[in-house]
């Protein structure tokens, strides 16, 4: 065990993982992460709790991810090339080790142009593969990136980020690859609607040997209105969502049913792609229907180890 986290711990005995994402509040407000926690806790074996996501400032993930290891609950850290030198990565990687936070996500980070801060100056000291390796080496050889010792274990399991839909396509597999070889435990991938095209991206991934050396989660985002389908498709970089999609949410009498019912589709689907290990869950607004996804879905209870 690299860390001992019941996400770890569920992956590594072949269960089919669940981690779902809460987003933080613009406040330092920690009863809204407790209520997130209350409301979904059972519903999955790790939380992801977002760190400025499209450039926006909110409540910071190192802090709400204490609070709900507060609660019990398995959180995943996200940490942003975009924001932090170096210096504050490594430094929020120790802080994550003294919160008995036990997963951590490397991203690059959405452009601040899309913020509310538009002005503000992008850092990327690091990428997020050069970040990914970072942290295993403070694990595995207690060493920072300036090579001095770390003076104490850095118990962590490693997530990052992968797109099967950017372009160029040929390339996703070896852009996989650089992240395994920098040492990711767990990959959480863009949404997925384009099951096809994803399933060919998982057989490049497995003729690769890559499932062997990383456990691979696939990206869901439950869809509640036409308008959100839309937008996905139009302005969401590397999320393809189907005309056929949005041509079955536009003929439907419930919207929001139809959705769910299409993610369920998507999730049973995506369940018999050999290679794929568990699911992200991405409800960020729309929390509280990941317990009746994952109800309906069959995943529910969450195995305890």
């Not at 709900?68 to 430094?91: E, P, S, Y």
Request: hydrophobic share 45%.
């Amino acid at each position: 065990m690299k860390s001992g986290s019941n996400l770890e711990k569920v992956l590594e005995a072949g269960h089919f993982a669940v981690t779902a994402e809460i987003g933080p509040p613009k406040s330092g407000s920690a009863r809204v992460i407790e209520a997130h926690g209350e409301e979904i806790g059972h519903a999955a074996d790790a939380f992801n709790v977002t760190d400025h996501q499209t450039g926006v400032v909110r409540l910071c993930s190192l802090a709400a991810c204490a609070i709900l290891r507060r609660m019990g609950l398995d959180a995943v850290m996200q940490m942003l090339c975009r924001d932090a030198n170096r210096i504050r990565l490594q430094g929020d990687i120790l802080g994550a080790v003294a919160l008995d936070i036990k997963n951590v996500l490397c991203l690059s980070g959405d452009h601040v142009k899309f913020g509310n801060h538009p002005e503000a100056k992008g850092v990327f000291d690091i990428d997020s593969v050069q970040l990914v390796r970072a942290v295993k080496d403070m694990r595995d050889e207690r060493k920072f990136i300036c090579g001095e010792e770390v003076a104490g274990e850095v118990p962590l399991f490693i997530g990052a980020v992968e797109n099967p839909y950017a372009d160029p396509f040929e390339f996703r597999t070896a852009r996989l690859a650089k992240k395994v070889e920098a040492g990711a435990d767990f990959i959480q991938t863009q949404a997925v609607y384009d099951v096809p095209k994803f399933r060919r991206w998982m057989e490049e991934v497995c003729e690769a040997g890559l499932d062997r050396k990383v456990h691979i989660l696939a990206g869901i985002i439950p869809v509640k209105s036409v308008g959100m389908a839309r937008y996905m498709k139009k302005y969401v970089s590397g999320v393809e969502v189907p005309d056929e999609m949005i041509t079955r949410l536009e003929g439907a009498k419930d919207v929001k049913e139809e959705g769910i019912r299409m993610i369920l589709e998507i999730i049973e689907q995506v369940m018999d792609i050999p290679g794929v290990h568990g699911i992200h869950v991405q409800a960020v607004g729309w929390e509280e229907i990941v317990p009746e996804i994952m109800e309906r879905a069959g995943l529910l209870p969450r195995p305890v180890i």
